[in-house]
């Protein structure tokens, strides 16, 4: 049966009513939806790298598992006509308790990696954790910067290299260093060598056809630098970012790192101070003895060590292990809600990492905009429902958490 000529014009009117677009990212309603996106913009060698874990990939899947295990406890008929989102990290007040956790070799995502979460996090007032590791150079990234630095370091064997970082990041405005101390190797990523994924991305026969299918995410690959570890130019051994990555893999991996390494940190360093990798009371404990003003609960997002606990199930012990410390917390973070949980737990604020980089994948600045913003409404919409109108005020009152999260046998 034929529409009629007014039935047509209602629908256009309908249509234009609502709002034309072809936008998917428009239509992307969690971080899921954003994932779902960046996979299909990207060949599986890269999707993978940013999606897969270590080993079996146990870690992995318990950090959102065990986080979808904590239930809410509302309160209705509450006041929640102001809702304050805006709390202090660290001495300095976030317009909400959520940071970038530093990722490193974004760019290989196509675009330009880091600097479209970097530009995204300061228009929002949060704070971008700049990786070692990053495409880009702490300068470069810097440079577009318009919210709060913190500088993420690894333990490297030369006193000398970490000395220079640590004045470069000084000189570019990080007010936090961040001590990685969960990676004296890199944990066996098995998708990545499934796909024959390096550092930088080559073409072979194994993942030629993918590279094919994505001619967009190959082609903004060839139009930037090579990707490599730039923080480390004049210092990796040879010209080539593959060349870079065996220097650092046999010549700066530091299997000899201890304790006393974190203490000469905090000797030339001024600022805020972070032990991050961390899923036990001892650790926590030696945080504070060398001097830390906060420690940052994560198991690398499960791509180091796997069969490590998830960090929600162990966060409540070790915020009381911190006595006062500040605590970060990441691994498993997907919605608002779940940072909701982080912080009724006790943490300071949470930090995501895999959520901001599907966001570069997907659609650049905006896609990292994109996830913010859904992040920002699902927290304000979940204090809401909770009947909680200030995120410092959350507590364990607000939740239904298993009985195993609130021991110690998780996190000795």
Known sequence: MALRPSAIADLAKMLVAGGITVDPLAYAPTVDDVRRLAKGKLPRMAFDFVDGG?????????????????????????DVSTIQLAKPVLGQTMPMPLLLAPCGSVRVVGRDGELSAVRAAGAAGLTYTISTASSWSIEEIAEQATGPLWFQLYMWRSREVIAGLVDRARAAGCRALVVTIDVA???????????GMSIPPQVTLRNALGAVRHPGWFTSLMTGPTIGFRNLMGVAEG??????????????????????????LRSVWDGPLLVKGITSR????????????????????GRQLDSLPSTVSVLAPLVEAADGMEVIVDSGVRTGGDVVKMLGLGATAAAVGRPWVYGVAAAGERGVTKVIDLLTAELRETMILLGETDVSRLGRQHLRVPPEFLTDSASV
Not at 285 to 298: C, L
């Open 54 to 78: 270590a080993d079996a990939e146990i870690t992995l899947r318990s950090n959102v598992a065990d986080l979808a295990r904590v239930r809410f406890v509302p309160s209705s008929l509450r």
């Open 185 to 195: 190797v890199n944990g066996k990523r098995s998708r990545d060598q499934r796909n």
């Open 239 to 264: 010209s080539s970012a593959m060349s870079h990555q065996a220097y650092i893999n046999t010549e700066m991996v530091n299997l000899k790192a201890s304790w006393d390494d974190v203490a000469w």
């Open 282 to 301: 001892a650790d926590v404990e030696q945080s504070r003895r060398v001097g830390a003003d906060g420690v940052w609960i994560s198991n690398h997002g």
